[in-house]
């Protein structure tokens, strides 16, 4: 079975631009969620998707938004680049429901760079 | 809100064991995860634990959980210079739907 996969695995941008992510799950998962990780806030969740339908949020700002397909593969979209937003994206896939063992299951990540 | 508290370097010698320990504060975590993080590599989930376990082992891996004190800890037993990675514990955090909550990750460093 294939892995988690993001594209693209490198990114550089510059303030003001935007930035579309995107991930696809290992096939038959329908909860992807994705995670910003940074040296000094560690991994913080962005969001979750499942059945194309947006199940929990983190703390981030509007600027950052994203969404699911009906095959589950999910995009991230940033908007109005800050420097602050350098950071490596990690994607994981999980089939779990709410509530239920949650074993989810990493992509290698997108590293966004923005000068 | 929910917090999950790892110390964040170790460094051991090459055939010692490691330990790394973790805090949480969701009581209400039923699930307790360790994930390995390699250079260059996203997270791969090493073992969990159930919260209505005190001790899970899987082959060099061994994991206690104190419920009462929230203390969860890793050890690696016979530490290899492959183990040296970032090590995060994760808690499902149900008070916010669902999702996990990491620390801020352990990096090991093991030493020949």
């Known amino acids: 079975k294939a892995g988690v996969t993001q594209t693209p695995r490198y990114l550089i941008k510059t303030r003001g631009q935007q930035v579309t992510l995107s991930c696809s799950p290992i096939?038959?998962?329908?909860?992807v969620s994705w995670y910003q990780q940074t040296p000094g806030q560690g991994l913080q969740f962005l969001f979750e998707y499942f059945s194309e339908t947006q199940r929990n949020k983190g703390n981030f700002p509007g600027r950052f938004s994203g969404r699911q397909f009906s095959n589950s593969r999910s995009e991230m979209n940033v908007s109005t680049l800050e420097l602050g937003d350098s950071a490596l994206y990690l994607c994981?896939?999980?089939?779990?429901?709410?509530?239920?063992?949650?074993?989810?299951?990493f992509g290698p990540g997108t590293r966004l760079t923005v000068l | 809100g929910e917090d999950v508290e790892q110390s964040l370097f170790l460094s051991v010698r090459e055939g010692d064991s490691s330990v790394i320990n973790c805090t949480y504060t969701d009581s209400s975590s039923t699930y307790l995860y360790w994930y390995k993080q390699e250079p260059g590599a996203g997270l791969q989930l090493l073992t969990y634990?159930?919260?209505?376990?005190d001790m899970k082992q899987d082959q060099r891996l061994t994991v206690l959980l104190n419920k009462k004190d929230k203390h969860l800890s890793l050890r690696i037993a016979d530490t290899q210079t492959g183990d040296s990675a970032i090590y995060f514990c994760a808690e499902v955090s149900y008070n916010q739907g669902g999702k996990l909550i990491f620390g801020q990750g352990t990096e090991l460093s093991v030493k020949p």
């Open positions: 634990i159930f919260s209505n376990m």
């Open positions: 096939s038959g998962h329908r909860s």
């Open positions: 994981a896939s999980s089939t779990a429901l709410a509530g239920d063992y949650n074993e989810q299951f």
